[in-house]
């Protein structure tokens, strides 16, 4: 007797729903597709009891006649693919034809629906697998498919499922995935009777990613084209966000999808942008040939494969870094924009007799924060007469110092292309005023970035400049660290180090990076050596990210620091600098450099109306 035998459909469609079918967001998500398969415009999402009493799909798209009524509740039946050619390029959300009649068979499914050319719908009404009733009904265009009982047939399917709070969580993700992919459908959810959130319809993802993502600050827009890749998104800044639905969702070709390889690329091209242990938020909707995406990968459909990976990888990583350096000019422009009017008739200035500048409104080391030490002169309110505070070492090129160290000429204003000085706080920020708002800028932060972005720039040009040490400094090294050097000499030699063998395991630090000449040579071997040690090779868009955490920890310690007090002149250079730098408002950590304060927000602290 053969002990294979054939599985009953009935078996078969229970087994296709463990693979369609985990829960019910998963219900959710194939009836979606086959709405916006249809063209819907609108679609209403209904949910009680999480998920497993009722979920009801109402959209007003292109509907089913009798005929296709009845054929939907087929396996493999389907009106998205004709023939096998069309599996190559995939262009509907769904074609496989097994949604319907998989969760037809673990709940009591009903479905009515008629096209704008037909005068009656049809309405069929399967339970756990077995049609019940066929007729006719008065239903209005569109299709509506309700779906109640889940798993009422498999009680121990029904007992992996979480709490209801749980479910809800997952399907309003994928009604907002959905939400996200077609802008110009207005979705509606409403949980056990109550509107959840309603998206209207519109054509800008701009919008529609606000209202989802519930965010209202700065965006990072994106926008590319390549030969037949698309590119379009908005990233948030990684300081804003705090809401949990603020987080990276990929869409290629109008279809949610999970993919590493994508996920990488948004985070190389934000290098140097985001945060150690925070991830990027916002959309990336990508398009490209259908041809060149195998959706059949997984059961669900949230896997995909591109056929030219590197390619699409590389564009998005292109894409990203573009849209952080448009970020920067717009940043740029708001803050450094050239004054509406002449210089403030209240700000003071100096000329070689009267000593330093003064401040604005008070008493230097008011703004500071500290008493009042030393002598001062006889006016109330000047600046104390203080020695500046070292930045810079005593041997760095005056052309490459890292903030300038001049005496204050004649005439000299307190304004930066209409950013206005006001002092430093806690020796650490710089307090400015621009317009009607108060900025509080980071005096670390900001020097990081701009070394940061001198010696990147210095490296992709090959031309970081050395500095020949006045005595050579000799170094200790271990076996390993002595073959790496050896290994790397070229690259160390790129990076502005000259390091001779001396013999056994002493080395001589003859010359290092100008750039960063405030550090001991040997610190600056050995972080060197520890980068090159996690070297992974060429990085053909940008730095390689050994070298960018390697230049982004030599920054940070070279820096001007916290407790630095700094004369005006300098603060002013500081912000000079920053206008003129590349990048500069976050730091090559990730973290921000400015923070804002509105003329209104501050009157509100003092319930002024």
């Not at 050994?546 to 407790?563: E, P, Q, T």
Request: glycine share 8%; aromatic share 6%.
């Amino acid at each position: 007797m053969s002990r294979i035998r054939l599985l009953s459909d009935h078996l078969a469609n229970q087994i296709a729903a463990g693979e369609v079918v985990e829960r019910p967001a998963s219900v959710v998500k194939e009836l979606l597709e086959n709405s916006l398969d249809a063209g819907s415009h609108r679609i209403t999402i209904q949910v009680e009891g999480g998920g497993t009493r009722l979920l009801r799909i109402v959209d007003d798209g292109a509907g089913m006649d009798g005929d296709d009524v009845l054929l939907c509740l087929e396996r493999h039946a389907t009106s998205k693919l004709r023939d096998e050619s069309q599996l190559a390029a995939i262009a509907t959300l769904g074609f496989r034809g097994e949604a319907i009649p998989s969760i037809a068979s673990v709940s009591r499914l009903t479905l009515r629906s008629r096209p704008e050319n037909v005068a009656i719908g049809m309405r069929a009404e399967v339970r756990y697998g077995t049609l019940h009733a066929v007729h006719e009904d008065g239903c209005a265009k569109g299709t509506v498919v309700e779906v109640k009982t889940l798993f009422g047939n498999i009680p121990a399917r029904k007992k992996f499922l979480k709490s209801a709070r749980t479910e809800l969580f997952h399907i309003e993700e994928v009604v907002k995935n959905q939400a996200l992919a077609h802008p110009e459908t207005a979705f509606e959810l409403l949980v056990d009777g109550r509107q959840r959130f309603a998206y209207p319809a519109t054509d800008q993802l701009e919008e529609r990613m606000r209202l989802v993502f519930g965010y209202q600050g700065r965006l990072l827009s994106l926008a590319g084209a390549e030969g037949d890749f698309f590119l379009e998104g908005f990233l948030c800044l990684p300081e804003m966000v705090s809401t949990a639905s603020a987080r990276l969702r990929l869409l290629v070709n109008g279809r949610a999808v999970q993919d590493r390889m994508l996920r990488h690329g948004v985070m190389e091209g934000l290098q140097g942008f985001l945060m150690k242990g925070h991830a990027p938020a916002g959309v990336i909707r990508l398009t490209l040939p259908a041809a060149d995406i195998d959706v059949n990968v997984h059961p669900a459909k949230r896997e995909i494969r591109f056929r030219r990976p590197q390619d699409v990888h590389r564009f998005v990583t292109a894409v990203v870094r573009q849209g952080v350096a448009d970020y920067q000019d717009t940043v740029r422009s708001d803050l450094f924009a050239p004054p509406v009017s002449a210089h403030r008739q209240d700000v003071p200035v100096v000329n070689s007799e009267s000593g330093p500048m003064q401040p604005r409104t008070m008493p230097f080391s008011m703004v500071t924060g500290a008493p009042v030490t030393g002598t001062t002169d006889a006016h109330a309110g000047t600046l104390e007469t203080r020695e500046p505070a070292s930045i810079a070492s005593e041997q760095a090129a005056p052309e490459i110092e890292a903030v300038p160290r001049r005496q204050n000429p004649p005439d000299l204003d307190e304004s930066v292309s209409g950013l206005i000085l006001i002092g430093q706080l806690f020796d650490l920020y710089l307090l400015c005023e621009r317009g009607e708002r108060l900025l509080v800028i980071d005096q670390h932060a900001a020097h990081e970035r701009i070394l940061y972005g001198r010696l990147v720039k210095a490296y992709l040009e090959r031309e970081i400049p050395s500095q020949n040490l006045l005595f050579p400094i000799t170094v200790e090294l271990l076996p390993s660290q002595g073959e790496l050097l050896e290994e790397k000499g070229p690259e160390v030699a790129r990076l502005g180090l000259q390091v001779d063998h001396f013999g056994d395991t002493t080395y001589v630090v003859k010359a290092i990076p100008a750039l960063i000449s405030q550090l001991s040579p040997e610190e600056i071997l050995l972080d060197t050596l520890e980068a090159l040690g996690n070297w992974s090779g060429t990085d053909p868009g940008g730095v390689p990210e050994s070298v960018a955490s390697l230049f982004a920890s030599v920054a940070c310690k070279a820096a001007i620091k916290a407790g630095n007090s700094l004369q005006p002149a300098e603060m002013l250079a500081l912000l000079q600098q920053m206008e003129e730098s590349a990048v500069f408002s976050h730091c090559p950590h990730g973290r921000p450099v400015i923070k804002e304060f509105a003329k209104a927000e501050i009157e509100r602290w003092f319930h002024r109306s």
